[in-house]
């Protein structure tokens, strides 16, 4: 089994493929007992977001790791994937902004993705 960062590494390279914008990543291993991770990121349209989270669940799953939940497919503006000590956040443009995670959890230690 993968620890929770080589998963989040793998989640963040399958949103990359399929073209997320604005990846974020919060360790929030600190901060709570939810997660390891939270990684967050944007897509234009309904079918981009389906595709980023059928990538991940995919990219994931060939590593050992099933997804447990998802929440939002089918209505495509806030998609919710939770793999236990990663949680995958997939926002169109205007949902992202109206939940604003990334101030929801400043608390947590944002990750450079770059340095990935």
């Known amino acids: 089994m993968k ?3 080589e998963l989040m590494k ?12 604005d990846i974020r990543v919060i360790d929030i291993s600190q901060v709570t007992v ?4 939270f990684i967050i990121a944007s897509g ?3 079918n981009q977001l389906q595709a980023m989270v059928d990538n991940v669940e995919e990219s ?8 447990r939940q998802i929440e939002g497919y089918t209505t495509a ?6 793999f236990g000590d990663v949680i995958v956040h997939v926002f169109d443009k ?3 902004l109206l939940y604003d995670l990334e101030r929801i959890w400043r608390d947590g230690k944002i990750i450079d993705v770059k340095s990935l």
């Open 3 to 5: 620890t929770s960062m």
């Open 10 to 21: 793998l989640a963040v390279a399958a949103l990359e493929d399929k073209k997320a914008e």
């Open 34 to 37: 939810v997660a390891d991770y």
């Open 44 to 46: 234009s349209n309904g």
């Open 60 to 67: 994931l799953g060939k590593a050992g790791c099933s997804v």
């Open 77 to 82: 503006n806030w998609i919710l994937m939770d």
């Open 94 to 96: 205007e949902n992202r």
